[in-house]
């Protein structure tokens, strides 16, 4: 029997226009040059998009390139017409100079895809962590029914009997170098082995992060964003992700009606009791400013900092991917803040019910995984908003800090939670790897490590550069952290204490341009600033020295995303697009 959706398909107006059907030849005719009949597109029934992100230049999402045949039987099998096309790839480990570039290049595409063609609700694969954004902050714009497919993680990586998680394994190793525990071979083996199989990260990366986020903001079906990319979970959920976006199709269950700002504040809290990654911040703030939900970087602090790290998963735990699923995933720890009291059960989803109706009986399987609410890993391990004369926002993951850590900086009597040290300061990441190990700078325990010149602008598109070591001869004493600061990022598997995505950044103006090495940093963590300790008349004559070095635009698309993005505090998305919302609502006019 034939299904009335609540809003007329806007794929009629190509395919079934009365008043032009000189327009629809034109639309229909070169549809059948693969086999397609004319009768399937004029039957009715909703064209649903795959939006493909996966491609030999994604290995983080290549497992979309054989669920999509599962998502498209899901499709077909609930009365809809799936048609697939590619995206914009994105691969965080290899694009250069950073993987940033590509959300605002991913999105801008994808906007242009669901709005000029015959598309009635849309499947967003995600994978690597800046396709998810980059989807929802498009289908936000357009705004027609859109669910997300995450790719899932890899399974668990092993090395001689101990767990190694992508990423995580990086950096810890390269401690392990530079205290000449293993050699450059054993690095990367142990690198090699973190990776076994299809899938994105299998730490709580920000990949994992912002799969587990969409399913918390309800775009996901339940359960999705937890399950390995090699398990037969994933081609099922594959399969009921493309039947349930027929059903919403019909039923018009966009976006708008989804994202709001109740839903992305339990998205914070889910970001923290997850110890997710930093990098959730400006992806969180963009797609919350093109979903048009006002979200503050005050709410961080006040929604998410205190509350308890219960996931106990690499890198602010010991455990991965696999287990994080089979003890419960996303709607394990969903009910755990239930249970807390601080989840707004009532928000819509793509079930088309309430959060809280799609997680009852989802409690967690594994306790030593997912830790009750009242019996966590650590309390109070949200991330901190920060400001002082350096930047006017920052934001630090208190998750990752280690027991070392806050002995040696945040324990001091009377002065608990504060911390002076001296800067070194860097200008981008070669200038880092280039001068660390020099004894001229005098580098010890009391130093705070700041890396400039990585923002948006400075760049462009902000590198993951603040997650710095020390210098080897620190690391052979046994000192592994130093306290890190920078107007760039820091990877979502980095277990350095950070203090991340200062804005504004330095090549527009902001305090780090200014700063010295050797000046004094102050960093209070109860009243959360972070000042230099240099006076004001020092600053303004500062001010007028020249800037510090910017590398020039190397493409277009280098250029104009300078000229168009803002910076992290406010998600570094394109200024301009902002007011574009809902675009659906009209159809575009005819192209003859």
Known sequence: MQREPVKAFRSRDWFADPERSDMTALYLERFMNYGITAAELRSGRPIIGIAQTGSDLSPCNRIHVDLARRTREGIRDAGGIPMEFPTHPIFENCRRP????????????????????????????????????????????????????????????????????????????????????????????????????????????????????????????????????????????????????????????????????????????????????????????????????????????????????????????????????????????????????????????????????????????????????????????????????????AIMKTSVISDEFRQRYLSHPGKEGIFEARAIVFDGSDDYHHRINDPALNIDENCVLVIRGAGPIGWPGSAEVVNMQPPDALIQRGIAWLPTLGDGRQSGTSDSPSILNASPESAVGGGLAWLHTGDVIRIDLNAGTCNALVDDAEIARRKGEPAPPMPESHTPWEELYREKTGQLEDGAVLEMAIKYRGISAKTPRHNH
């Open 98 to 393: 950073t993987a940033a570039l590509d959300r605002n290049l991913a999105y801008l595409g994808l906007v242009e895809i669901l709005y000029g063609y015959p598309i009635d609700a849309v499947v967003l694969t995600t994978g690597c962590d800046k396709t998810t954004p980059s989807g929802i902050m498009a289908a936000s714009t357009v705004d027609i029914p859109a669910i997300v497919l995450s790719g899932g993680p890899m399974l668990d990586g092993w090395h001689e009997g101990e767990l190694v998680g992508s990423g995580t394994v990086i950096w810890r190793s390269r401690r392990k170098l530079a205290k000449g525990e293993i050699d450059e071979e054993e690095f990367l083996r142990r690198a090699t082995d973190s990776a076994p199989s299809a899938g994105h990260c299998n730490t709580m990366g920000t990949a994992s992060t912002m799969n587990a986020v969409a399913e918390v903001l309800g775009l996901s079906l339940p359960g999705c964003a937890a399950i390995p990319a090699p398990y037969r979970e994933r081609g099922q959920i594959a399969y009921e992700t493309g039947r349930r976006i027929v059903d919403m199709a019909y039923e018009d269950l966009r976006p708008s009606k989804i994202l709001t700002r109740a839903a992305f504040l339990n998205a914070i809290r889910a970001i923290t009791v997850i110890g997710g990654s930093s990098n959730a911040q400006p992806h969180l703030m963009a797609m919350a400013r093109h979903a048009g939900v006002e979200l503050h970087p005050s709410d961080w602090t006040e929604h998410g900092y205190d509350l308890p790290l219960l996931a106990d998963v690499q890198p602010a735990g010991r455990f991965l991917g696999e287990r994080f699923h089979r003890a419960g995933g996303v709607p394990a720890i969903l009910c755990e803040l239930a249970e807390g009291g601080v989840l707004d059960t009532e928000c819509l989803t793509v079930t088309g019910k309430t959060i809280g109706e799609n997680i009852v009986g989802r409690e967690a399987r594994d306790r030593e995984v997912i830790r009750a609410f009242d019996t966590p890993l650590k309390e109070k391990a949200g991330f901190l908003a920060l400001t002082g004369n350096l930047f006017d926002f």
